[in-house]
């Protein structure tokens, strides 16, 4: 693949002067990355073992603000290091930032060298692991949305991020001519991204005036999750670069769509074959996917806040806008929470629609596995097919409508907490938590439009 490295490969291209940065970098709560610029030659000289970096990376909010209230650290344990152990398998180059490298870092506690259970590579390690020992593989592939303005950052937040112009003037969705015009910044993105070792697949015009979305290969989930966090972090410098901005938020304005972020899940056997398909079940689905996808829609709602962390993921459950608000699977429905893809082939895979385009890919896919791996463990019956228009069915359990809801049943689930462990899903909640206190207490603008004049 383009742009993937060894460190043999990195030090022939230090040697001819053509990288000399290397990123090393892990992903924050957030799904950010996080880390340090390296001069190559002390990459090389022996940083490609091991960095530090402070351990509050994982235990701040939105603002990288130290909030108070985690386990894992805090003020009065000093905050302390952590241990970024580079994973040489995920070198590679970036080629929109000139002379420059990145390599992805699981996060280990300073002291034993093991891995920091709330990490979300960590998290989402544990329940790869948990297939490993079965000879299974999860195979995924995230479709992440975005909205392209063509305002620069500085002049959106001059703005106060309102009052923005789209890319485009009016709904791109598939339309070639109109994605035309946006094509100095989503062509950089294909290249840059597929130089990367991130192969895109493509790129298109999404469901609304400057909504966009790449589609990018299946992958194992943990090197999926790792594209996934670079791509986000790659059309943002792309478009930074371009004098553009982006946002994945998943709901910028009231009046427009939602950004998603659409998982889509299969099985690979020992062999590479899809574990899903059964050439001679109904639909070519087999009893393993029958029983995963059991056990998805189990326990879909206990996993919302992992698809939708942040009291604005909420705002884009409305039904009539393809975010699903039902907790139901169909046939190639997109009114559903999970809709079966490639029925009757050797593709046949489940897509969660539910998530959107700010969750933490690593969280997220840890979540699902762990899901489907509790419906095949148990042997769940998956129930029949949803068909029809599932905004309006009243017999379907329904996403959680709001954060306070979806962190209600993240600390209250069993399951999860026999998956993750009780520390992780108290770290987590712990971070719901903040995030919902700091919503609470601040005044919005729709607020002072509605009350300034009028109360």
Known sequence: MPGKLTLTDLSELAKAGEIDTVLVVQVDMQGRLMGKRFHVDFFLDGAWEETHACNYLHATDMEMETVQGYAATSWARGYGDYVMKPDLDTMRRIP??????????????HHGHALVPHACRSV??????????????????????????????????AKRHLGLTPISAYNADYHIFQTTKEEDVMRAVRNGLNGADVPVENSKGEADAGQEEINVRYAPALVMADRHAIIKNGVKEIAWKAGRSVSFMAKWDYDRAGNSSHIHMSLAGEDGGNLFFDPDAPHGMSATMRAWMAGLLEHAAEITWFLAPNINSY???????????????SMDNRTAGFRVVGEGTRGVRVECRIGGADLNPYLAMAALIAAGLDGVERGLDLPPAF???????????????????????LDGSTFLRGAFGDKVVDHYVHAARIEQMEMDRRVTDWELKRGFERS
């Not at 929109?96 to 506690?109: K, R, S």
């Not at 705002?315 to 699977?329: E, Q, S, Y």
């Not at 068909?387 to 049943?409: C, F, H, I, K, N």
Request: charged share 25%; hydrophobic share 45%; proline share 3%.
């Open 96 to 109: 929109w930032l000139e002379g420059t490298a990145l390599v992805m870092c699981d996060v280990l506690d």
């Open 124 to 157: 989402l390690r544990g329940q790869v692991e948990r297939l490993e020992a079965k000879g299974w593989t999860a195979q995924m592939a995230s479709e992440l949305e975005f909205f392209l303005f063509k305002e620069t950052y500085e002049e959106a937040q």
């Open 315 to 329: 705002k884009r459950f409305v039904p009539g806008t393809f975010a699903p608000t039902r907790i139901v699977w």
């Open 387 to 409: 068909a029809g228009d599932a905004y309006g069915s009243e017999d379907a359990g329904e996403v959680p409508a709001t954060l306070r809801e979806a962190m209600a049943l």
